[in-house]
């Protein structure tokens, strides 16, 4: 049976990285995110939110003042960048395999928090290969249909 990660006391790594992810994802778009943005964009509860960036302001990951907006420390903003650089790795890959795009989405929710750093170079590699060689995509394509 496999077991989750654990980054830390935060409990499953998939939940602190869904979190910094959007949290990265409203400051890039909105200059700022707040504990009601988090809510929204994560489909949860103010009061769940509320009590995870109050725990990743324990680990130094962001800077959460109550009833203002939060901002990543460097640690936060660096592990954020890293998780969607991931994201848009994956989701890139499965593009160029012509998937169609929910089932894209659903699998990179799924794969992104699971895939080891090997598994990650390796689809990253393959992906600018595929990328240099359109005739190569072709054929994969062809054979996948």
Known sequence: ????NSSSALGSSAAVED?????L???NRKGYARVVDIASAL???????TNMVQRLDAEGLLKYEKYRGLVL???????ARKIAHRHRL?????????????VIYHDVEGMEHHISPSTLRAIAALTEQLRRRPAMLSRLEAAAA
Do not use: H, N, P
Not at 1 to 4: E, F, Q, V
């Open 73 to 79: 420390t460097t640690a936060g903003a660096r592990l």
């Open 19 to 23: 979190y910094l992810e959007r949290i």
């Open 43 to 49: 489909k949860i509860s103010q009061a769940s939110v």
């Open 25 to 27: 994802e409203l400051i």
């Open 1 to 4: 049976m496999a077991s989750k």
């Open 90 to 102: 994956l989701t890139d890959f499965l593009k160029l395999l012509g998937l169609d795009e929910r």
